[in-house]
């Protein structure tokens, strides 16, 4: 899984895209909200400067061809505010200034206006009235500005609301994102989570229903592992009956000759038929490791551990070898722990071991002892040892070097390979083999898992 | 003892019967499971020798139905599988043993006698001659009424010349049955185990006569 080249993240992009979309529209919140809030507020001081600049109007009157205005009280208390605005005001009559602040222009279109007027923001509104008298008609304009302090302070605090709502908006929406791609990925998690959980030997497809998008994914991981069944166990069977093809007819040769031996009388004959019986041998100790050596390999391939006894792996073990060994007057001695409970694949453990014991019935002088040793500590680990002249000192590291390089040169083929055997069934279980010689005399050979 | 040999390669089964009926047992030979459930029906057979892939079946089937009958006749099997994949298959389902094609003769012996050994409760056979009371399968010798111990190679030298008093045993056939082929045996070897023997039957009128240039003999005194 470490292997795998990874470009960027499914979730990231998921949660930073909705995050990003979520800051857009808390954004545009705040700002439509504030904007609303500005209006209305406008609106308001407008209405009131509107009745206040009416009720000025509608307090003048023409008497005797003069006009005559007298501010009306209610028209200024109406625009008291909270904040203390001032309010200015001009009275013009058709368009000659009478009376207030000069620099306050009339203008008639458009009607409110927002101004400076010493150095402060005024909204001012511009009203005008007709007054008819006797043979007199007389146009009253007024400007009535009031600054903006109120209403600032009352859009600061709309402002901050609105950026509070667009801030809680943006909180929630990232946590529902979070919560949607977490919900969204979780889907391919369990998806990997019942992969990675199934035995390496499970490729049957997979069942359980999955998100409609998910579909063509399962359903191509399911022929891909349909495919890898079929090649697998054609492999396995192809091993099988290879074994079969080249270890029937060598069993027909050799019972045969074998047979031939017993009649056979003159010794340049009995020499020959010894030789064949050898060579088959050989040959098929060859096939027999090399389609052994496949099947561990595509065993520690895809190891499969078990919950085992060691100490009765060895002991089946040795039984079903004691046989052979009694034919060589060679007894096998199991020592160690009780019981070395370990967490393995039994097979490859137990072909291993039974190339070491084969390796020691090898070299090991007749009516001698093979010591067996299952033990927990100090590490756990197995080891066979003969009585036999032992590894030649200098070639100890060469033989360890020489099944590291591999079985693949043709010479090293039945004394090489049971070693390589044992060695990749170590490494496929994390452990080593460690070969040496006693100092009593006799090769050693521990297979530490 | 009387085995029954299923195996659809002829040959091979022609060489594995053979070579048993030399050592004086009696073979019954199936080609088919179907023969051999015939053969099992209507003989008793001290041990079966059993092919796993037969050409009306997987021999682990017959195995399986085997042990399911009340015959607890012991089965070794001839697999020709790698080793690393059946063994464990053909214990659990109650093989005593198995051997891998191609098999060393004396390997299958070895297996047979083993296996035969632990199974074997009665009918005992037992030679007698001369003072000397040897039972093969349990690798016992009394000489004159005393246990002797002995060991492996000592006990199947014996038993060629207690099959067969008064044949002539070369050298080079007698290395042949004790020793495997990949071991390198002197005539000296033979030597040492004949003088081994002929200590141990000192006591009875067993004698190992030494023929100059041909081999030895066992000769019964009196």
């Known amino acids: ?449 | 003892m009387k085995f029954l040999l299923v195996e659809d390669n002829q040959d091979l089964a022609n060489a594995i019967a053979s070579r048993m009926r030399l050592d004086g047992h009696v073979i019954d030979h199936a080609e088919k499971l179907e023969d051999a459930s015939a053969f099992v029906a209507t003989g008793e057979y001290d041990l079966i020798l059993l092919d796993i892939m037969l050409p009306d079946g997987d021999g682990r089937t017959f195995l399986e139905q085997h042990r399911a009958s009340d015959l607890n006749t012991p089965v070794i099997i001839l697999t020709a599988r790698s080793q690393v994949s059946d063994r464990i298959g053909s214990l659990d389902l109650g093989a005593d043993d198995y051997v891998t094609k191609p098999f060393d003769h004396a390997e299958l012996e070895a297996r047979c006698r083993a296996v035969l050994r632990r199974n074997s409760g009665n009918a005992r056979t037992t030679i007698e001659v001369g003072g000397v009371v040897f039972d093969p399968l349990a690798g016992h010798l009394t000489v004159g009424g005393e246990a002797v111990k002995m060991r492996n190679r000592e006990l199947r030298l014996l038993e060629l010349f207690l099959n067969a008093p008064g044949k002539i045993f070369s050298k080079s056939k007698l290395a042949d049955r004790l020793f495997s082929y990949d071991e390198d045996v002197s005539e000296n070897a033979i030597e040492v185990y004949i003088g081994r023997l002929r200590k141990h039957l000192s006591a009875s009128e067993a004698k190992i006569t030494t023929l100059r240039g041909l081999g030895y003999r066992l000769d019964i005194d009196g």
Request: hydrophobic fraction near 45%.
């Open chain 1, 1 to 449: 899984m470490d292997s795998v080249a990874v470009s960027g993240s499914l979730r990231n992009r998921l949660v930073l895209t909705l995050i990003s979309g979520a800051a857009v529209l808390a954004l545009l919140l705040f700002f439509a909200v504030r904007n609303f809030a500005v209006q209305v507020a406008q609106q308001g001081q407008d209405n009131i400067l509107d009745a206040s600049a009416t009720s000025m109007l509608d307090a003048a009157t023409i008497r005797d061809g003069v006009i005559e205005l007298d501010l009306p009280y209610s028209a200024f208390s109406m625009l008291t505010t909270s904040a203390d605005d001032r309010v200015f005001y001009a009275i013009l009559q058709d368009g000659e200034f009478l009376s207030g602040y000069e620099e306050l222009k009339f203008s008639d279109s458009p009607t409110f206006q927002t101004d400076l007027i010493r150095g402060s923001g005024v909204r001012k509104i511009s009203a005008s009235r007709t007054l008819i008298g006797v043979n007199r008609r007389a146009e009253l304009q007024i400007v009535l500005a009031q600054t903006q302090d109120a209403l600032s302070k009352t859009l600061d605090q709309i402002s901050r609301n609105a950026a509070l709502l667009g801030l809680g908006f943006f909180a929630l929406a990232v946590a529902l994102s979070f919560w949607a791609s977490s919900a969204t990925i979780g889907q391919l998690g369990k998806l990997t989570t019942s992969v990675t959980r199934r035995g390496p030997q499970d490729l049957s497809p997979f069942t359980k229903p999955v998100p409609r998008e998910m579909g063509p994914l399962v359903g191509s991981l399911n022929s891909l592992m349909g495919r890898l069944d079929q090649s697998l166990s054609q492999s396995e069977d192809f091993i099988a009956e290879a074994a079969h093809r080249v270890r029937t007819p060598l069993a027909t040769v050799r019972s045969y000759a074998e047979a031939t031996l017993q009649r056979v009388e003159k010794e340049e004959n009995r020499e020959a038929m010894r030789s064949m019986v050898k060579a088959i041998d050989e040959s098929s100790r060859a096939a027999g490791q090399l389609l052994d050596h496949a099947m561990i390999t595509f065993r520690a391939d895809h190891l499969v551990r078990e919950k085992i006894d060691l100490v009765d792996l060895v002991n089946d073990l040795v039984q079903r070898m004691t046989p052979i060994a009694e034919m060589k007057d060679l007894s096998l001695l199991l020592r160690g722990d009780p019981r070395v409970p370990y967490s393995g694949d039994p097979v490859l453990i137990q072909n291993a071991v039974r190339n070491l014991i084969d390796n020691a019935m090898k070299y090991g002088p007749a009516e001698s002892s093979i010591e067996i040793t299952v033990s927990a500590s100090p590490t756990l680990h197995i080891s066979v040892c003969d009585q036999g002249s032992g590894f030649p000192m200098d070639e100890i590291e060469t033989l360890t070097s020489r099944f590291k390089r591999g079985a693949n040169a043709a010479d090293t083929i039945g004394s090489g390979l049971g070693l390589t055997i044992a060695q990749d069934v170590a490494m496929a279980h994390g452990g080593k083999i460690q070969l040496e010689n006693q100092p009593e005399g006799g090769a050693c050979v521990a297979l530490s898992l």
